[in-house]
């Protein structure tokens, strides 16, 4: 039986596509191994969003190829939003690669790896809405937590955004098919959902003429074994007074809301084509604190956007100082080939790009440890996601805490406890972005 070896890239959204084609490389009849050395093919899934994430497919790429030397590999394949975006190019370019599969081929990929392994070199692509958002996953995480993903795609066409000329145009997941998979994934172990999407907010709105979150949340908190439910990627201007109430109102609906703003300057708002402006970002903001005092709220900004003044970063780095985000995470912005925002005049120079940014995250480093000083002495439940032999404590997430993106929470336990388990930690200590506790008997 011929070994495949996967490694995946990029968001939780593309995450699950690679999920679902693991799932269909053991239907094929191929095994999966972790181990690029053994496989027979190796599967790099990749991300193309920004430039950062190109540069890192593509030393992946690379540092799989040496495995065609050094160990066995006789196919090398790139799937994902960098192979649908540039197609042919890549295996133009990089001829260490053997087959590009678009994401409109996904479902052949075991078929597609076979031939590549017997000497096949054809890239395969279809229509972008050719990509199946159903479908059995292999889980690549950990197993008690896992990505819902509702739907594909985005309309809101940001000038500085390729993921609709990637993606395509929305598409929503039917309300029936989003919860009958969260109730497969509950039963098969998962306690923790995280629902997401290009724009979670959006969602339903080409299925049934209107958004439909807060409908679909409500449903999945029925479910039997999950005990939180995440909700990333909400727009601001999509944040409805019924998704607010079902939020407050659901104890298994985590009081946290990714809600990316990207700037504040209405100026560049504008330009982004971005749809909500500093009046409604702010009233939004002041609305969720006031109806849910608890909310977690993340956000990301771009730093360095066409035409950005001087003037206007610091209007960004006020308001950030003034709304004490939760959590933050800054970018740089990144000139992406076929969007709007490539082609305006006023690029900002990459050094000042990246002195803006790194003034922002040194902003918010001084306030997340602010809010964290804040938490030292109350008590939190805590997901508990490992062991940490080096500092000798479990280490896990609490509320406040998306994976990946956020901050973990360091605790001593003075009995054994189990992966994956969800305890009661005392706070006693911060250290920037993390947490240090104690289990509470």
């Known amino acids: 039986m011929h070994k495949v070896c996967m490694v995946s890239l990029g968001c939780p959204k593309n995450q699950v596509d690679a999920e679902k084609m693991l799932s269909l490389l053991v239907e094929g009849g191929l095994e999966l191994t972790s181990v690029e050395a053994e496989a027979d093919a190796i599967i790099i899934n990749t991300c193309g969003f920004i430039e950062s994430a190109k540069a890192e497919a593509i030393e992946n790429i690379l540092e799989a190829a040496k495995y065609k030397d050094e160990g066995n590999c006789k196919a090398l394949i790139v799937t994902g939003c960098l192979a649908e975006r540039y197609r042919d190019d890549i295996t133009e370019e990089i001829p260490e690669v053997d087959v590009c599969v678009g994401?409109?081929?996904?479902?052949?990929?075991?078929?597609?790896?076979?031939k590549a392994i017997a000497g096949e070199r054809k890239n395969y692509y279809g229509e972008k809405t050719d990509l199946n958002l159903e479908g059995e996953r292999i889980l690549g995480?950990?197993?008690?937590?896992?990505?819902?993903k509702i739907g594909d795609g985005c309309d809101n066409c940001c000038s500085y955004c390729a993921i609709p000329k990637i993606r395509g145009r929305m598409r929503s997941r039917t309300m029936e098919d989003c919860v009958a998979e969260a109730k497969s994934l509950a039963q098969k172990g998962v306690t923790e959902l995280i629902v997401v999407a290009q724009d979670t907010t959006a969602y339903g709105t080409d299925l049934y003429g209107e958004p439909r979150l807060a409908e679909l949340l409500t449903e999945l908190c029925k479910i039997e074994g999950l005990h939180w439910i995440r909700t990333l990627y909400t727009y601001p201007e999509k944040i409805t007074d019924k998704l607010l109430e079902v939020i407050a109102k659901e104890s298994k609906l985590i009081k946290y809301l990714d809600i990316p703003i990207q700037h504040i300057n209405d100026d560049i708002l504008k330009k982004m084509n971005r749809k909500g402006d500093k009046e409604l970002i702010s009233g939004v903001i002041d609305k969720i604190r006031a109806r849910v005092p608890e909310m977690t709220i993340r956000t990301t900004l771009i730093t360095g956007f066409p035409t950005e003044t001087d003037a206007q970063f610091e209007e960004l780095a006020e308001f950030v100082k003034e709304t004490r985000f939760d959590k933050l995470g800054c970018f740089t912005y990144s000139a992406e080939e076929?969007?709007?925002?490539?082609?305006?005049?006023?690029?900002?120079?990459e050094q000042i790009k990246q002195d803006r940014c790194d003034n922002i995250m040194e902003l918010q480093m001084g306030i997340a440890a602010e809010k964290n000083e804040e938490k030292v002495g109350t008590l939190t439940e805590v997901l508990i996601e490992g062991w940490d032999d080096y500092i000798k404590c479990y280490f896990g997430r609490t509320p406040w805490d998306a994976p990946e993106v956020d901050g973990k929470i360091f605790f001593m336990s003075d009995r054994p406890l189990v992966i994956g388990e969800y305890v009661t930690v005392r706070i006693n200590d911060c250290l920037d972005y993390d947490l240090l506790g104690e289990l509470e008997l």
């Open 103 to 114: 994401i409109g081929a996904n479902s052949k990929i075991a078929e597609i790896v076979k």
């Open 141 to 148: 995480g950990m197993p008690f937590t896992a990505y819902l």
């Open 338 to 349: 076929g969007t709007a925002a490539a082609e305006m005049e006023g690029q900002v120079e």
